[in-house]
């Protein structure tokens, strides 16, 4: 098992571009959520899956677009990319909701100029 | 949001030392967990904690959830240089889409 994988590990963007953050899990994990991680403050929920063609948002949900089409992939849009978005995004995923095992990945450093 | 104090913020310590963190909230909590993340990584879950009262051991690693279920602390025995990283504590909110909060972290340095 690879667990959960994130691509990219790196990425710059110019305020105004788009993009997307991958995120896959090979464990059959039916929830799955994304982070932000920022000096001092801790992880902040951006968006969460309680399983395929379900989504809601989390604590800091604005500017960002998530969707699951399958159980494996939760992809993290960034529509319009601000410098406010510069931090580290991790995503995690657990066998269920109430499940408080959440394994993370390992990361993407966003930077946004 | 809600807030965890977690304190201490930073750690430097000899090999071979005992380690305590704790972390506190003004809130009730029926779940607390402890993180550890290293460099470059995400977070790892250390120990999850259910029960108030509850003392829960993981090898060299401690946890209990206070009593009044507004606190919690870590205790690393013996540290060794792996144990370098950043420690968190985390709550979860079952009723927020399992969100879980994190405390801003305790950052453990070892000195071989």
């Known amino acids: 098992n690879a667990g959960v994988t994130q691509t990219p590990k790196f990425q710059v963007l110019k305020t105004g571009q788009s993009m997307t953050l991958q995120c896959a899990q090979d464990m059959n994990h039916e929830y799955m959520s994304w982070y932000r991680q920022d000096p001092g403050m801790g992880l902040r929920l951006i968006h969460y899956s309680v399983g395929a063609g379900i989504t809601d948002q989390g604590e800091v949900p604005n500017g960002y677009n998530v969707s699951r089409s399958t159980t494996e992939d939760f992809p993290l849009r960034l529509l319009s990319a601000a410098p406010s978005q510069t931090s580290v995004y991790f995503c995690?995923?657990?066998?269920?909701?109430?499940?408080?095992?959440?394994?993370f990945g390992p990361g993407t450093r966003l930077t946004v100029l | 949001g809600q807030q965890l104090n977690q304190s201490p913020q930073s750690m430097f310590i000899q090999e071979g030392e005992d380690v305590s963190m704790n972390c506190t909230s003004s809130?009730?909590?029926?779940?607390w967990l402890w993180y550890k993340q290293d460099p470059g990584e995400g977070p790892v879950l250390l120990i999850a904690l259910y029960k108030a009262g509850e003392l829960t051991s993981n090898g060299r690693l401690t946890a209990q959830f206070g009593i009044t279920r507004k606190d919690s602390f870590l205790n690393i025995s013996a540290s060794i240089p792996s144990d370098v990283g950043i420690y968190f504590c985390a709550v979860a909110h079952l009723n927020a889409g399992n969100m879980l909060t994190f405390g801003g972290g305790t950052r453990l340095m070892v000195k071989p």
């Open positions: 995690a995923s657990s066998y269920s909701i109430i499940d408080n095992e959440q394994f």
């Open positions: 809130s009730i909590f029926n779940t």
